[in-house]
Each structure stands twice: as C-alpha cells, then as structure tokens.
C-alpha cells in the first residue's frame, strides 16, 4: 500500500486517496492511543470541575461520531452528553449557564466557523471547552480551553474516513479516562486496530461484488440503533456525498413510524447488527423490511443474525460492544469508494465540496 | 367542511381524514389553550424542583416535535432540552442520574412500548415524569408523575398533522410558561391560528399545483435551521410516508458539509425561510442549492428572501419567530396531500403502517 503523499494527485485513478485512508484506519488508531495521556489528563480536568454534561459541537462526520458520544459518556462515566444546538447560542444569542457542561469541539480542519464561534460563547458562559482536531494548530485549538489530538495524519480526500474513525475512538477514550476505564480502553482499541487491519483485505473484494447491483440505485435506508447509529449516519452521509445515493439514516424503530410505507422492492435497505442489547431491535426493523419486499444487506458482528438478507458483509467481534462502531462503518466506507467508481464518480474529489467547509 | 367523523371511512375518496385534519388545525389548537392552566401548573413543579434539564422521548413525528422542544426550552426559560436516546435507558439499562431532569414523553397514543418503559425507568431515576398525549386514560398517562392533554382531538388519517401541530405549540405553551411568560404566548397561538385558518384556503390551490411536477420525484432535500429544522424533519417524513419520496431533511449548514454532492437539476429541494437570526444560513443554503442547479421550492414567511425559487409558498408572520414553526409546516403537509394524491396514494392509510406503532 503506497502513502497518500507518494505520488501528485493528477496521475492517480479517481478514488486513490480515499481507498489509501479507508486502509490506514488502523494506523491511525494507533496513532491516537499515543495521546492517550493527554486524554487522561483532560478526563480529569472535566471529572474534577464536575463538567459532567458533555455539549458535542459539530458539522457533517464531526456530528455524526458525536451520535457514538452520546453512547460513550452514557454507558462509561454515566454522564449525559447531547449533539447540542450551535444555532441557539451562535444565531439566537441565547445566554445558556453552561457552568457544569464540558463543551467538546468536533472539527478535524479545526476551522469550520459556527463551531468555532460557538466555543467562544461556551466559554464565556462557563463551560470547559475542548478542540478535538486534527490540526493544533488552527483557530479552533487556540480558541478552546483544552486541545485534544486527533492524530489521524493528513486526510486528502475530501470525504471523511479516518478522521471519523479517530473522532469515534477519540470520545470513547475521553469517556473512558472520564470513567477511570481508560487504559482498559486503550487496549480495547488497539486489539480493534489489529481485526480491522485483517478484515480489510477480505471485505474489499465482497464490495466489489456489491456494488455492481447498487450502481443503478438512487436512494437507500441505513438502519443501526443505539451505538450503531452514529454509523449509520456515517454510511448515509458517504453514499449521498461520494455516490450521489439519497442514502437516510434511521433508527430502527422510526423505521416503523412512517418510513417503511416508502419501501419496495428496488429500495434497498443496509441493516447493521451488532451484538448489544438493542439487536432485538435491529432484528425485528429488519423483518419489517423483509415484509415490504425491499432488498436487504445485512452488515455487522451480528450480520447472520438477520434472516434472509440478500446481501451479508460480516465483521469481526470487537472486545466489547463498545468498539463495534469501529469495525462496522468500514463496509460502508468500502461500499461508497466501489459503488462512487462503479458510478464513474471520484470519491476523493465529489462535486461541490471542498475539505474544509466554511458554510455558516 | 365536513367532521371526519361524519360518514363511514369506505364512502370517502382516499386522504379525506388526512386533508380533513389539516383543516381543522387552528381548532386543534385552540382546544389546546383550553388546557393552558394545567400547563402552567405543571411548569411550576417543574421549576420548584430545579428539573431545568428536559429529556424528550418520542418517535416519528412526535421525535420531531421534540426538536422544535430544544428551542423552546433554549428561548424562553433557557433550561437546557434534549431527544434523549431511549436505547440508553431502556435496552443498555444505563442508570443515569436524572435528578434536576423533566422528562417529556410524547405519544399520541399513549402505547408506544419503549417510551412507557423510558418513563419507568426514569422515574426511578428521580426525573420528574410529564406524559404529554391526545389519551389521558392510556399507560403512559398511568405511568408517567403528570400528564398534560394533547387535545388535537381524534385523529383518523395515520399520518400525524394537527397532533404534531399541537405538539409543538404544547412544547412551547410548557417552556413559557416555565418561563413566566404563558399567557403571552398562549395569546400569540390564539393570533397564529387565526393567520392558519386564514391561510389554507389560500395555499390549497397552490400545492395542488405544485403536486403535477412533483408525482414523479422519487427523492428531495427539506432544509430548515433552529426552530425550523423540527418543520424540515416533519415535512420529510410526510412526504416519505405519504408519498414515498425518500425526503431526508438537513440543517441549512449540513447541507454543505456533504448532502451537496448528490443534488441536481432532478433533485428538488424544499427550503423553510422563516424571518429570525438564522435566515441568512438558509438564505445561504439556497444559493448552493441553485448553484448545484436544483429545482428550489421557497416556503415560510420569509420566502421571499430566497432568490431564484422554481416554486414559492408563502405564509403569514406570525406575532413571534417561535410561532412560525406552526405555520410553515402546513404548507409541506398540504403539499403531501397533493402529492400522495397526484400518485394514486391515500394518505389516510399509507401501506405497512398502522396508528399506533408497537414495534421495538
């Protein structure tokens, strides 16, 4: 596997860094249990202030791991955490008192602008505020109380893929320290590193297969409850952003609450079941799915738990149910870089988007 | 305009209840204000008990509701609200500390299964327990500490209107008066169902309109910011569900971190531009929506703020920007009407749903 920076863009194949970072995910993993002791460090500043509300801040990918936060801080320190709203303190101006919540700062560019000026306030109205960015150097980490790395080495592609990894990992870790689990976590985390590097290598050829059916398709459902979700939305927002699929994530019981009356045979539905507590859940949504005659992929440690899918992409078992997410965004990631080529499309280049976004 | 109870089901043409229902909004609401007093006594228990940390639970649109809840809360008492994760609570059994928290749960049943056993849990927890719900005899009245009424009266069509209508304006009626400022804003839902009332004869021949080019849209963006991303998420699941168009809905920033990418001239966009502190992200959302050469439908009272709309719907201003939320969304509801119409759907029974949801 060459490096990213080896060779200029132009002579490389539509793709090539996207498919080059999806593979580096273990890499940088490993990179960011190198900061561990940064984590543990500011775990304690938040656990000693008693900054036990935890305000995720993010756009995009950013928002999408912050969805893995709310699991982490829950299942770990038994904190509540919540996607706060950046337009009630940034637009409206509204004086929360936020003594009491820790603010943690989602950007890996460290310059999205709402975010940064959302800290800004934060601050001012008393809360811990924490960049967790891919450059510490950048507006972002200079305007925040504490900087965490998110160590995931340059990202050239524009669509996200280990940055969101090390997002994901980077909060459970947080959370983790925040619990005094956070050397279990750590370890937890680099046994991942080493089933996703194995697992690569024998997904890629499965969703190659895949994405010929799907290159015809113009619109999906990506059901994950609970931990899972954050990789659902994950998924959807790779397939709409590199393959051009209105791709939507949903829970797995909203899936009954209105959205199964859209299915039919050619609306295909991507199902992640993982082996926690909320499978039933999982199981049950995919049923429904079944019933309305959609097409059925079925991915996750707890694929084979879902009956009759048309389509099965197995992960491994992770230490604990906590490090799913981890492995199980990864089909997804591999699916959108084959179905975007199946397409003709450039998933390192997609149209309209630049890597850092300054839209407020 | 005839009751909806009127004549038997099989003797109307199909989407009778659903339009019927639309009608009867500003009745809905006025109902509601009937209640106004137990709201207010409901709000001081609430604040005498410190439970400044609101968690919602709801599904479909009732979990849309609850967005427009987080701004509420933000806006007028400046308490700090949440969609809780159900899954946390009632499948990974995390025991939270739920002191200082009120928990609103919304169903218009009263018999969505995880939201009951949220509310156990929670208030084992020590959270104060509010079910708010169109049938105060149902479990989630029984088990919940206080129940507010809903009040819409019966609704037959199973896709939800004037029960999510009196949803938020419930939501906000509870936050003011949380704040001290109910009778202000009762009044100001006294004014909007007015302007509804007056509005819809005048929108109905325009979405009707608008339906024809729409029968064959299989896919579309809703955008709305603050309190209008509760409106985007309402009329994308009207429109999945009646219409099976699988509208996704997105903040006027997330659009640019991704969702982008996939628009074109065949990829219509509905746009909510309400007159508040957030207009210029939607104004600006709407200039890449246009750029990217999508077909752009302008809704809201500020509709006229978005250049180069294909498609435009107006709708009144109302006495304060936290009441357009109940005008802007009846212009996607009627619309999903049309639509479902124009595609030989009935919106009063859209396929594998039923009014209540049991599923898990």
Known sequence: MSSPDAAPVELQPPGTHFLAEIRTQPDALRALLEHSGDYARVAAIARDRGATTVRMVGH??????????????????????????????????????????TVIALSQSGRTPDVIEYVTRARQAGALTIALTNDAASDLAAE????????????????????????????????????GEGRAFAEGVHSTAGLLEAMIPVLEPQVRRLALPFASVGRMFVIGRGTEFATAREIALKLLETCRIAAEPLTATDLAHGPVAALD????????????????????????????????????????????????????????????????????????????????????????????????
């Open 265 to 360: 045979p050619l609306f295909p539905v991507w199902t992640i079941a993982s082996h926690d507590d909320s499978l039933p859940a999982v199981v049950e949504a995919a049923g429904r799915v079944r019933e309305a005659g959609a097409t059925l992929v079925a991915t996750g440690d707890a694929a084979d738990a879902i009956a009759g899918a048309d389509y099965v992409l197995r992960t491994p078992k992770p230490p604990s149910p906590l490090l799913s997410p981890l492995l199980s965004v990864v089909p997804g990631q591999l699916f959108a870089w084959a179905a975007a080529r199946a397409k003709g499309l450039d998933p390192d280049r997609p149209e309209g988007l630049a890597k850092i976004t300054f839209a407020r």
């Open 144 to 179: 925040a109380e504490a900087v965490l790395p998110l160590a995931a080495g340059r990202e050239q592609a524009v669509a996200a893929t280990k940055t969101y990894l090390n997002q994901i990992a980077a909060l459970g870790l947080f959370a983790a320290h925040a619990a």
């Open 60 to 101: 995009g990918s950013s928002d999408n791991a912050a969805s893995y936060g709310v699991y982490a801080f829950g299942l770990l320190p038994r904190w509540t955490a919540l996607r706060d709203s950046i337009t009630l303190t940034v637009y409206y101006r509204t004086p929360l008192d936020m003594s009491g919540s």
